[in-house]
């Protein structure tokens, strides 16, 4: 069964820093991963979406990577901002039911 | 305006008691999906539906039971089996049910415990 694992559980930063969000998940055949973000008590907004195909994604502040073959990838966050403080999730989509598997999130934290 | 609204923003049950929450979505998207968030924890998918008047059983299916009679419409009801109602519940729509496309979230709704 997929499992997803989201390092570090909690971040602070200070503004201005550039940072990284590590996600890993144990079974390799996916067909996309997709990074969200959470605002306290709210739903999820979609940030990236890489499918299987892809190395990285870009938008705006946001680089996304995927490494299939190790399991794991990354969300680099540029050059931070107080209104980036939102929990991160990660989630993969696989196997035959395509179902959607998340992480237990990044709680983000950036520091006027 | 398109988007996904769930109503109530706030729920709250009674022991024994059924409690329906509403999922709408005005995007023309086929497939619908409920999440369970849990403190400090990632979504978890309930039920899913790939097109009207079909769905499948996720995760954590045993104690919810939902209906797709339109396609814009797929509510969850949480039923008095479900022993640990306390959480916070996510629906989302995406075009086509192969999940290659994104999942456009609601806002979600807190069902609490009296």
């Known amino acids: 069964k997929q499992e997803v694992t989201q390092i570090p559980a909690a971040l602070s930063v200070p503004e201005g820093e550039n940072l990284v969000l590590n996600c890993s998940f144990t079974?390799?055949?996916?067909?996309?991963l997709q990074w969200f973000r959470q605002d306290p008590g709210k739903g999820l907004t979609s940030l990236l979406l890489i499918q299987s195909s892809q190395r990285e994604q870009t938008s705006g502040r946001l680089n996304a990577s995927l490494d299939k073959s190790s399991g794991r990838s990354t969300l680099y966050i540029a050059a931070s901002q107080p209104g980036d403080s939102a929990t991160y999730l990660c989630?993969?989509?696989?196997?035959?039911?395509?179902?959607?598997?998340f992480g237990s999130g990044t709680q983000l934290t950036v520091l006027p | 305006d398109g988007g996904i609204t769930q109503s109530p923003k706030y729920l709250f049950r009674k022991e024994g008691q059924n409690v329906t929450l509403s999922c709408e979505q005005n995007?023309?998207?086929?497939?619908m999906y409920w999440y369970r968030q849990d403190p400090g924890q990632g979504l978890r998918l309930i039920y899913y539906?790939?097109?009207?008047?079909?769905?499948q059983k996720g995760d954590i299916a045993e104690g919810y039971s939902v209906s797709r009679e339109k396609k814009e419409s797929f509510p969850l009801t949480v039923t008095s089996a479900q022993k640990n109602p306390t959480a916070f519940y996510l629906c989302?729509?995406?075009?086509?049910?192969?999940?290659?496309?994104?999942?456009?979230f609601g806002p979600g709704t807190r069902l609490l415990v009296l």
């Open positions: 995007l023309n998207h086929d497939a």
């Open positions: 079974d390799s055949a996916i067909y996309n």
């Open positions: 989630a993969v989509v696989g196997g035959s039911a395509r179902q959607l598997t």
């Open positions: 989302a729509s995406s075009i086509s049910p192969g999940l290659t496309e994104t999942q456009y």
């Open positions: 539906s790939q097109i009207v008047n079909d769905f």
